[in-house]
């Protein structure tokens, strides 16, 4: 599936077909501009083609210089082919999308165990090149079209994502809609700077929190941290991977993807593990609390204790009361300083999750 994308390729069909090989000249650079507000310039490249049948979305910041050129070469080489250009978006977007990390990804996402949920070998098939399992994924990213600061690829701060005008009407004209499609898939966020612009989309109503695997690492190879990171948090990765597979088997109507015995057992196994708060309202922001309902409380001790908790990658001492009262059972308790919840919005829920060490996470 295509959207309006379509109609961009369309335009710009006869300068793709007469590149040269090579990188771009400034001319043809120019050439292929969709927005230029300094020092944002963002170019255009076939990255157009929406998978809406997708179990999987894995989102980054924006196509880098050796992804667009990837994508530029196959679409000229389709569009000299006399492809239709559906199907030269199609191979543009499966050819260049993520293509320097795709196996660092896909290891990842082993470890979750996210192949043993689609039944499949390894999830580095998600992208192989016989096209087997790539009707499981959809690659995007929050800036759909390379974008460039100064002219270096663009990482997602200097200017911040969210705070640029461009690159936010991007996010609410061009991916709030895309990922809107795929209502489905669980969402991977390559890195930090992605799961804000997910949380951005969440708190907008346009996709649903439980979707998204936050705290999922950058992959490239520059994010010398990456493997630490993702070996600190994949315990709480897993239990919110396990948490949307059962989801979407409770609420799937349509035939899904073959999965293992052992895939449904690991998923039952989480289950017991993850729960959401209540409503946080602004007296909860300003008294310093968040309230868990009945079914929250397994994951906590039976009696009032203080323990530490990772709300949102930050970890913090808590007190907790779980509010078993002799007349009757009120909602638990968390309490700590209220400056701890900024990045907590009136009106979010939140999800808690505990690893098998016991740590509790909320997201």
Not at 333 to 360: F, H, P, T, W
Request: charged residues 25%; contains cysteine; aromatic residues 6%.
């Amino acid at each position: 599936m295509i959207d309006d994308g379509l109609k961009l390729l369309s335009k710009y069909a006869n300068v793709i077909r007469d590149l040269p090989s090579g990188e771009l000249t400034e001319d043809t650079r120019r050439s292929l501009l969709v927005a230029d507000e300094p020092p944002i310039q963002i170019v255009y490249a076939p990255f157009d083609w929406i998978n809406a049948q997708a179990r999987v979305v894995i989102c980054g910041i924006t196509p880098g210089r050796q992804s667009m050129m990837n994508a530029l070469t196959a679409a000229r080489d389709a569009l000299r082919m006399g492809l239709a250009l559906d199907e030269v978006s199609r191979r543009a977007k499966q050819t260049g999308i993520f293509s320097n990390m795709r196996r660092t990804i896909g290891s990842m996402l082993d470890d979750l165990g996210l192949n043993d949920i689609l039944g499949i070998e390894t999830s580095i098939e998600l992208f192989g090149n016989d096209g087997k399992h790539r009707n499981l994924v959809h690659l995007t990213s929050c800036i759909r079209y390379p974008a460039f600061a100064e002219l270096r690829n663009y990482s997602g701060h200097n200017p911040d994502i969210l705070k640029s005008t461009v690159l936010t009407r991007f996010i609410d004209n061009v991916l709030g809609p895309e990922l809107a499609q795929v209502p489905d898939a669980v969402i991977v966020p390559c890195g930090e700077a992605v799961g804000g612009v997910l949380r951005y989309l969440a708190a907008k109503g346009i996709i649903d929190e439980g979707r998204c695997l936050f705290a999922f690492p950058h992959a490239s190879g520059a994010n010398g941290h990456r493997l630490k990171f993702f070996q600190e948090r994949k315990s709480e990765l897993a239990t919110r991977l396990a948490a949307w597979s059962c989801k979407a088997r409770c609420t799937s109507t349509t035939a899904a993807a073959p999965a293992t015995q052992n895939s449904i057992c690991a998923v039952s196994s989480h289950l017991s593990n993850v729960a959401r708060t209540q409503r946080i309202t602004s007296t909860d922001l300003a008294n310093g609390q968040i309230r868990l309902p009945r079914e929250a409380k397994a994951l906590f001790p039976s009696t009032r204790t203080r323990l530490p908790i990772t709300l949102r990658r930050n970890t913090l001492d808590a007190r907790y009361d779980p509010r078993i009262g002799p007349d009757r059972e009120r909602s638990a308790v968390l309490y700590m300083n209220k400056s701890c919840l900024s990045s907590i919005a009136d009106g979010e829920v939140l999800q808690v999750s505990r690893d098998s060490s016991g740590s509790i996470f909320l997201d």
